[in-house]
C-alpha cells in the first residue's frame, strides 16, 4: 500500500473517531448544563465529520452506490460474524457485563442493517420513498415503527425517522 492511501485511511479513522468521541462529550456537556462546551464539541464534531469524509474521498474509497453498498454489506457481515463474537467472548473472560452487553446489542442491530443493505441494493431502481426508524439505545433500524424495538425493548415512541 503507497504511504498517502496508508495515511488518508488511518486520518479517516482517526477523523471519524474523534467526530463520534466529540459527539458523546457535547451530549455529556448538554446533560450537565454547560451549553458553551457542548456548542464547541458539536461544531469540532463536524470539522472533523468533513476531514474524514475529504480523506475518503481523496483515497478513492466513495465508489457507485452499488459498490458502496456491497462494502456496507460485507462490513456489517464481517461484524457480526466475526469482530463482535470475539469481542463478547473477551468481555465474557473478563466478567464484564456491561461490554457484553453493548457488544451484543451492536451484533444484534448490524444483522439487521446488512440485510437492510441487501435490500437497498436489490431495490436500488425502486422510486417509492422509504422511510427508516432508529432505535436511540441499540442502533437497531426498521422500516415501520414498532410497537417495541426487537432488539433492545425500547418503546417505539423513541425511534427516530430517516
Given at each position: 500500500?503507497?504511504?498517502t492511501?496508508?495515511?488518508?485511511m488511518e486520518?479517516?479513522a482517526g477523523?471519524?473517531?474523534?467526530n463520534?468521541?466529540?459527539l458523546a462529550?457535547?451530549?455529556?456537556a ?5 451549553t458553551?462546551?457542548?456548542k464547541?464539541f458539536?461544531?469540532a ?7 474524514a ?20 454489506v460485507?462490513?456489517?457481515?464481517y461484524?457480526f460474524?466475526?469482530m463482535?463474537?470475539e469481542?463478547?467472548?473477551a468481555a465474557e473472560a ?7 452487553n ?18 437497498a441494493?436489490?431495490?436500488?431502481d ?14 437497531n433500524i426498521?422500516k415501520?415503527?414498532?410497537?417495541k424495538c426487537?432488539?433492545?425493548g ?5 425511534f427516530?425517522k430517516?
Amino acid at each position: 500500500m503507497e504511504k498517502t492511501l496508508q495515511y488518508l485511511m488511518e486520518g479517516f479513522a482517526g477523523e471519524s473517531q474523534a467526530n463520534r468521541k466529540y459527539l458523546a462529550y457535547a451530549k455529556k456537556a448538554e446533560k450537565e448544563g454547560k451549553t458553551n462546551a457542548a456548542k464547541l464539541f458539536k461544531a469540532a464534531s463536524d470539522a472533523e465529520a468533513l476531514h474524514a469524509q475529504k480523506h475518503l474521498e481523496v483515497a478513492g474509497k466513495i465508489k457507485t452506490t452499488v459498490d458502496n453498498l456491497q462494502d456496507a454489506v460485507a462490513g456489517e457481515t464481517y461484524e457480526f460474524e466475526s469482530m463482535y463474537p470475539e469481542f463478547i467472548k473477551a468481555a465474557e473472560a473478563e466478567g464484564n457485563k456491561s461490554a457484553i452487553n453493548t457488544f451484543t446489542l451492536a451484533m444484534e442491530a448490524e444483522k439487521v442493517h446488512a440485510k437492510l443493505y441487501k435490500e437497498a441494493l436489490e431495490n436500488l431502481d425502486e422510486t417509492e420513498e422509504v422511510f427508516y426508524y432508529l432505535c436511540p439505545v441499540c442502533g437497531n433500524i426498521e422500516k415501520a415503527v414498532p410497537d417495541k424495538c426487537s432488539i433492545c425493548g425500547v418503546p417505539g415512541s423513541k425511534f427516530i425517522k430517516y
